[in-house]
């Protein structure tokens, strides 16, 4: 991947359905460069899948991240287990033994039990336990109906899919399911994202774990890392429970760079250490969210509507 692609990557991130037009104009390129780029990522596996899921703000789900060192004889096969829970949804491997899981919880009164799970499963003696702060849920009284789910359903694992083709597989208008994708949007009751597997790629990924100084501002630090290492920051994460941490999810070339990384980050005002894991094999697995109509009724209306 080059640093075009990342950007592409992320953008379909936090929206898959972005028109190849918009891609464009956001990159410089031509469309054709757009569809190009798209196809070289799914044929390589960097990108496996077009997701469409209910968002975790409409669901008042809660996003958490268990890591730390695995005992396990075989640490590589640890996922095999740990899919097993329906809120794993993804597991990766880093060097040393270091794994890291993320599951996605219904509430807060499951993250014990959750953690006990991923304990005993990955053979993690002392785990960290971070909770990503949630999306805040704009639009509370906003609900999916049964049309709405049938139309998830169709975009489920190709949210790309044409309206007239999704409107063709739950027998309605194209103009209501494009009424009803707009409203899904717009009131923030939908994720349109991709299954991203950077590690497919030759490139070296990595989670660089910073303590910030006990004096320093996170967020002020936070700010200024993104912007002295923009080129490889894909992800900036903080945990509402470990608020002297943040996590960058970092993207080079080479080894060498990442070294530069890791001392760069380590000299940043405010950062007290640094801690860098290089991902060897990342996974991620379908959760109770892909059940899109998890509750009982809802689930009747999808065969009733």
């Avoid at 918009?22 to 990159?27: D, F, Q, Y």
């Avoid at 910073?210 to 004096?215: C, D, L, P």
């Avoid at 405010?270 to 290089?278: E, T």
């Amino acid at each position: 991947m080059d640093k075009t692609d990342v950007t592409l990557c992320l953008f379909l991130m936090s929206n898959s359905r972005v028109p190849y037009h918009e891609l464009a104009s956001r990159l410089g390129l031509s469309i054709n460069a757009i569809h190009k780029r798209m196809k070289a990522l799914t044929d390589s596996g960097i990108i496996r899948t077009f997701t469409a899921r209910p968002s975790l703000a409409y669901l008042k789900a809660i996003s958490v991240w268990v890591f730390g060192r695995s005992e396990a004889a075989h640490p590589a096969e640890v996922h095999v287990r740990l899919k097993n829970n329906d809120s794993t949804y993804w597991v990766a491997n880093s060097g040393g033994g270091y794994i890291y899981v993320g599951g996605y919880l219904r509430d807060l009164s499951e993250l014990d039990s959750y953690v006990t799970f991923v304990k005993k499963q990955a053979e993690m003696g002392e785990p960290t336990v971070g909770i990503i702060p949630a999306q805040p849920n704009r639009f509370p009284n906003e609900r999916l109906h049964a049309l709405d789910y049938q139309i998830l359903a169709s975009l489920h694992h190709d949210s790309r899919k044409p309206v007239t083709d999704v409107a063709s597989d739950v027998r309605a208008s194209a103009k209501t399911v494009h009424r009803r994708l707009e409203r899904m949007v717009e009131k923030g009751l939908v994720d349109f994202a991709i299954d991203w597997y950077p590690d497919a790629s030759n490139d070296i990924l990595a989670l660089c774990h910073v303590n910030v100084e006990e004096k320093a501002d996170r967020a002020e630090v936070r700010s200024s890392l993104k912007q002295s290492f923009s080129q490889n920051v894909l992800i900036d994460i903080v945990f509402s429970n470990l608020p002297n941490q943040l996590t960058l999810f970092l993207w080079t070339n080479s080894m060498r760079q990442m070294d530069d990384l890791r001392e760069g980050v380590g000299r940043t005002k405010g950062v007290g250490s640094v801690m860098m894991n290089v991902l060897q094999i990342g996974y991620m697995f379908d959760t109770w969210r892909d059940e899109l109509g998890f509750e009982e009724g809802e689930k009747a209306a999808l065969t009733t509507a």
